[in-house]
């Protein structure tokens, strides 16, 4: 599968689906993890062509990470999720997969205006704030595709 299929086909798809459903913390979890999955399948695909210079793909993503703050807030998470937590000293927004948590809808009764009632939310916690998460993988998911005619990808590819 090329870079651009996994992304067509699997990561945004899936991205769609968590921020339809910004409740299900499942759809997030699996859009976290295929959208960071698709950076990795990226960077091999790039690195085989000789466009990229680092052979580790955490390196690349750590420069991709310093261009885009979602990104990284995102990164961390699916590695806080893969690796169950993250003790070494390199900076993480996210190092324990209990950050990512479900927070239940809320009804305001005395409000009578559209927003009144809240439905479940999933957010990213860190240090600084929380994320939604339906924003933060919207934001990567745009960012992803924004950047594919920068690396001369395309479905086929």
Do not use: C
């Not at 945004?12 to 459903?21: D, G, H, P, Y």
């Not at 704030?129 to 590819?157: C, G, M, Y």
Request: net charge negative; proline share 4%; hydrophobic share 40%.
């Amino acid at each position: 599968m090329t870079p651009g299929e996994f992304f067509d086909d699997v990561a945004e798809k899936n991205a769609l689906s968590a921020i339809e459903a910004p409740g299900d913390l499942r759809q997030a979890i699996n859009a976290i993890m295929t959208l960071d999955a698709f950076f990795g399948i990226l960077h091999a695909e790039l690195y085989a062509k000789g466009t990229l210079k680092e052979s580790r793909d955490d390196d690349w993503k750590e420069k991709l990470a310093q261009r885009n703050d979602d990104y990284r807030l995102l990164r961390d998470a699916a590695y806080a999720l893969k690796h169950g937590e993250l003790k070494h000293p390199k900076p993480r927004l996210v190092r324990q997969p209990d950050q990512l948590f479900k927070m239940p809808g809320a009804f305001q009764s005395n409000a009578f205006q559209r927003g009144a009632f809240q439905m479940e939310q999933v957010w990213i916690e860190t240090d600084v704030t929380d994320h939604r998460a339906d924003e933060v993988i919207n934001s990567v998911t745009q960012f992803a595709r924004s950047q594919l005619p920068s690396w001369k990808l395309k479905r086929d590819e």
